[in-house]
């Protein structure tokens, strides 16, 4: 508190992302973090670019990257919309879009970002319970709102929801916008870019930090209707015309064209993950179905906080939420083989004891 501070900087309750410990032989399984670096061809463009040209500003409309995005999703580059990571991307979607006299809608269990955004822009909002398996039911959802957001796959549980579901929310509310947070939609689940030509009033938005490795870079991007980007430019353009400098565009661009990178990684992302749930299910966890690059899994009869310390001592790091619900849950993101191997054979010491 100091006495410098508005009332309204007073009152904010600000997110706390999971922490970044410096200590060394840390194995960090706590933010999603992919464990295989960016594609070597993203390391090279940023390499060459740093040179006298960076006391120019940027290109205004990072059109080159926009270009590379739309190509890829099969879109016109007016429906890209591209910024200083996707919560900077959805922070511009709350304050222009979700921001409605009617309450927004999103689920009880899902990326904790979402309440800090509907305070700072001061929308009302509900949160509506997920079912007792922990899925979304989109019968829920049909009920008077000022638009919908949620993540798909969904976050901290790791569960996906199918496209036709999206469509039927997208056909119920033609006259509010409905965002799904595809920050893990390369790991499982389709992509719900194919419905963004028949439904004007779809924003999908996507990181470059999880499946592309290049969280420290901080890129990410909507998708939608002309109409909707408009809306997040007219924002932007009141606010930081420029979130992205040349490095940034130069690597996303880059890490679009490694194509090949990009399927292995996620492949053997994905393969460890599935490994890791059989192993953790044979230790007497629970896991939920995981479209992540992380699982969310309960021990039968351990306590998830106990066995976060106890894995904090031998120097792994996975995240514990103390929230109703979800505080039996640990979320674990996966790692190389050698930290997976390691967080599976230290937790077989723990429970062993
Ligand atoms: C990680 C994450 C983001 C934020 O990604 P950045 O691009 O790094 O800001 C957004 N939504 C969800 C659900 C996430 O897990």
Not at 36 to 57: C, F, H, I, T, V
Not at 192 to 209: C, D, E, P, R, Y
Not at 212 to 234: C, K, N, P, Q, T
């Amino acid at each position: 508190m100091s006495k410098y501070w508005s009332d309204f900087v007073s009152q904010l309750e600000p997110y706390v992302p999971g922490e970044q410990p410096k200590i060394s032989n840390v194995a960090k399984l706590n933010a999603n973090e992919n464990p295989y670096g960016p594609s070597p061809q993203a390391l090279e463009a940023m390499q060459s670019l740093a040179n006298d040209d960076l006391r120019l500003y940027p290109p205004m409309n990072a059109d080159d990257l926009k270009q590379t995005i739309a190509h890829h999703y099969s879109l016109v580059k007016e429906q890209i919309f591209v910024s200083n990571g996707s919560d900077e991307v959805l922070a511009h979607a709350f304050n222009g879009l979700l921001k409605q006299s009617k309450p927004l809608l999103f689920p009880d269990i899902s990326y904790s970002f979402y309440p800090v955004f509907c305070q700072l822009y001061g929308i009302e909002y509900e949160q509506i319970p997920l079912t007792d398996d922990f899925s979304i039911d989109i019968e829920d959802y049909k009920r008077t709102n000022g638009g919908i957001i949620f993540p798909n796959p969904n976050a901290p549980t790791g569960r996906v929801l199918g496209l036709e579901a999206i469509e039927q929310l997208l056909r119920a509310n033609p006259d509010t916008v409905v965002v799904v947070d595809e920050a893990y939609v390369d790991f499982g689940g389709q992509s719900a870019v194919a419905l963004i030509n028949q439904h004007s009033n779809l924003l999908v938005v996507h990181t470059m930090s999880k499946s592309r490795s290049l969280a420290g870079m901080r890129i990410g991007y909507g998708m939608g209707s002309v109409e909707l980007i408009e809306g997040l430019e007219r924002i932007k353009n009141s606010f930081n015309p420029f979130p992205l400098g040349q490095l940034q565009i130069a690597a996303a661009i880059a890490s679009f064209n490694d194509t090949e990178y990009f399927q292995q990684t996620c492949e053997r992302i994905i393969n460890s993950r599935d490994q890791v749930t059989e192993r953790l299910q044979a230790l007497g966890f629970e896991v939920l179905p995981s479209a992540a690059n992380f699982v969310f899994a309960r021990h039968k009869d351990t306590h998830a906080e106990a066995l976060a310390l106890a894995l904090r001592e031998q120097g792994l790091i996975v995240r514990h939420f103390k929230r109703p619900r979800i505080d039996q849950f640990l979320r674990i993101t996966i790692g190389n083989e050698q930290q997976n191997a390691r967080l599976l054979s230290t937790l077989h010491e723990i429970l062993a004891a």
